[in-house]
């Protein structure tokens, strides 16, 4: 899996995403998800479950990244793209897993689950290794 580039799978999508963003952007989302968990924790114990799960899952994969932000940086940042689609689709698969996926709350996971998809595609995977995306070779390409 380390070895397996993330680009042909997100295609022209820009690359506007560095390692430092992107983990500004993993804690902030362990933190909406804790948040969303106790709000939801009286009114609807599985979706909070679901929301300190993904939370969980998203600060230890964070905190386990070699790239800004890390602490115990075991991951490479490519393997944490990966394991970031793994996520996603936990995000969203969660809520009919669970039995809730025709309640309101779902669209939550499912809205959550679209914005991880969507960072996935902007992250330039390899800023964290020196071994930096070739943005003036897709300079010109535009999202259509």
């Known amino acids: 899996m380390e070895n397996q580039n993330l680009l042909p799978a997100t295609g022209n999508v820009p690359k506007v995403i560095d390692a430092s963003t992107h983990a500004v952007i993993d804690y902030a989302t362990a933190a909406s998800f804790f ?3 106790a709000y939801l924790h009286r009114e609807h114990p599985r979706a909070a ?3 300190y799960a993904n939370g969980t899952a998203v600060l230890g994969l964070a905190m386990l990244t ?3 932000g890390g602490v115990f940086r075991t991951v490479s940042f490519r393997t944490h793209g990966w394991v970031d689609v793994l996520l ?7 809520p009919a897993m669970l039995g809730f996926a025709d309640e309101r709350v779902a669209q ?3 809205g959550q689950a679209a914005l ?4 996935v595609a902007a992250t330039d995977w390899a800023s964290a290794d020196g071994d930096s995306f070739d943005h003036d070779h ?3 390409v535009s999202p259509s």
Not at 88 to 94: H, K, R
Not at 116 to 119: F, L, P, R
């Open 108 to 110: 939550i996971f499912h």
């Open 138 to 140: 897709w300079s010109g």
């Open 66 to 68: 070699d790239y800004p």
């Open 88 to 94: 996603a689709g936990m995000t969203a698969a969660g």
């Open 35 to 37: 948040g969303l968990g």
């Open 116 to 119: 991880e998809t969507a960072v």
């Open 49 to 51: 479950a679901l929301a």
